[in-house]
């Protein structure tokens, strides 16, 4: 994890300038070569805006997403947002010789991340592929300081971080157990390491469902521990396209690029309104829009594996190397569960105090609400040039800033208020 490092401690022992005044015009740095970042770099550079783009292109969904998995988006909701017309994945599919699909084509992960590199080669071609090590305040602008030791002040910031470092991991179960008996489902790639191995899969979303399915697929012997009552799987699409289906379907449940219906098509486009949306009731639109569920295509694969509904696990030990679970029903019960390793599907949740790269005293000037950061209609946290996007900014905008879908709203917004921003505080 990159920590900061104190920039402008060396910066003073070493005497260098680099204020507002010695600097012409210190660029916009996008911290992050995700969906989102990608997205923001493109809107930027439409702009005119300077800046630089740091990351691994697709990183996370190479490193941090399980081979083999499928995306449970569809494709017109999968496409990477960009000013001009020709960046879509049906272009780049087209580009690739590739046929035209629909709703009903699962997109594999391989394709997405293939996508995202094209896309990024195309649009982005200025990225610089290296981490950024820290951010501070620097006399109102960022001291910004690489992985390679660079040092260089810049007027914005955008963190497009995405999701890994809000990484979720109930404490009472993960730290009563060493770290070779339990992890988060985001540290894995390849989890034909379990093959022979009893694996209990904790979640019940589309993490935990497909991480089941491509754990028995691996010939591991995986047991999936649900809160809820039942599982849920989506349906198939009745068309390839929301535009060939009966004008009353329509109507009644209009298509989304989330799914149909009108809650889902409010939620795309009205991100602006969420945001002026009572804490409390934005909060419960953002958990249960889009709850916890198994895309259609996955149904079939669970048939063989063990799934304990409405159970919770009380506690977890480490018994000689075997995790010990014990796992209670509604009324009380407990059933005894031994497996080789325990895999938290337990998704993510907003903290800025986990976004290491930013300095102590950068976070705390940070007003946050449960964790995630204020954010102005423009993605501006409250310390100015510094921005958030993409799940970050979902406790605000509201579901859609959770999936690729999301990414033209919020690269519009961010790239507008950037330029805004640059010109009053000049
Ligand atoms: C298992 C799984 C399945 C999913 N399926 C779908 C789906 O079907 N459809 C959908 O729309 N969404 C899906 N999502 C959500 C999807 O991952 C997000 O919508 C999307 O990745 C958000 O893009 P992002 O750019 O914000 O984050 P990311 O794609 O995570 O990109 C953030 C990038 O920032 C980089 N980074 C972090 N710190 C630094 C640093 N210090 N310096 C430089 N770079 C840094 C990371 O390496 C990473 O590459 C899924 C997520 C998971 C976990």
């Not at 157990?177 to 992890?183: D, I, K």
């Amino acid at each position: 994890m990159p920590m900061n490092t104190g920039f402008s401690a060396r910066r003073g022992a070493a005497g260098s300038g680099g204020t507002r005044d010695s600097l012409r015009r210190p660029p916009t740095v996008v911290i992050g070569a995700g969906p989102y970042g990608l997205a923001t770099a493109a809107w930027l550079s439409a702009a005119g805006t300077p800046r630089r783009v740091f990351g691994e292109p697709m990183e996370s969904w190479h490193t941090n997403m399980p081979m083999g998995m499928y995306l449970k988006s569809v494709p017109a909701a999968s496409s990477i947002s960009a000013p001009e017309s020709g960046y879509r994945l049906e272009d780049f599919r087209a580009a690739r010789g590739l046929g035209r699909v629909g709703d009903r084509y699962p997109i594999p992960v391989e394709e997405m991340i293939d996508y995202g590199r094209w896309f990024q080669e195309r649009r982005v071609p200025e990225l610089e592929r290296q981490g950024v090590q820290g951010v501070e305040h620097v006399d109102g602008l960022f001291g910004v300081t690489l992985d390679s030791g660079e040092e260089f002040l810049a007027e914005n910031v955008v963190m497009a971080t995405g999701q890994v470092p809000f990484a979720h991991e109930p404490a009472d179960l993960s730290g009563r157990l060493p770290g070779e008996l339990v992890s988060h489902t985001s540290r894995h790639r390849d989890l034909s390491r379990f093959s022979g191995q009893r694996v209990a899969v904790l979640g019940a979303g589309q993490s935990a469902l497909e991480s089941a399915a491509l754990l028995h697929e691996a010939g591991a012997l995986p047991t999936v521990i649900v809160r809820a009552p039942s599982v849920a799987f989506g349906s198939p699409p009745d068309t390839d396209r929301p535009s060939d289906r009966p004008r009353p379907v329509r109507l009644l449940k209009p298509g989304s690029p989330l799914g149909p219906g009108w809650s889902l098509l409010a939620c795309c486009h009205g991100g602006g309104a969420i945001r002026r949306l009572p804490q409390g009731l934005r909060t419960r639109l953002v958990h249960d829009v889009l709850g916890p569920s198994g895309g259609w295509w996955l149904r079939p694969r669970m048939d063989d594996i063990p799934v304990l509904c409405g159970r919770r696990v009380r506690s977890a030990e480490d018994e000689d190397g075997v995790v010990r679970l014990d796992v209670v029903d509604a009324y009380g019960r407990t059933r005894l569960l031994r497996a080789e390793h325990l895999l938290l599907a337990t998704g993510y949740r907003v903290d800025v105090d986990r976004l290491r790269i930013l300095a102590p005293r950068l976070r705390r000037e940070i007003w946050t609400v449960h964790g995630a950061p204020r954010l102005s209609s423009g993605f501006e946290s409250t310390v100015p040039g510094l921005y958030f996007t993409g799940l970050a900014a979902a406790p605000t905008f509201g579901p859609v800033l959770r999936f690729v879908a999301g990414t033209g709203f919020a690269a519009r917004r961010v790239a507008r208020s950037v330029a805004a921003g640059t010109r009053t505080r000049r």
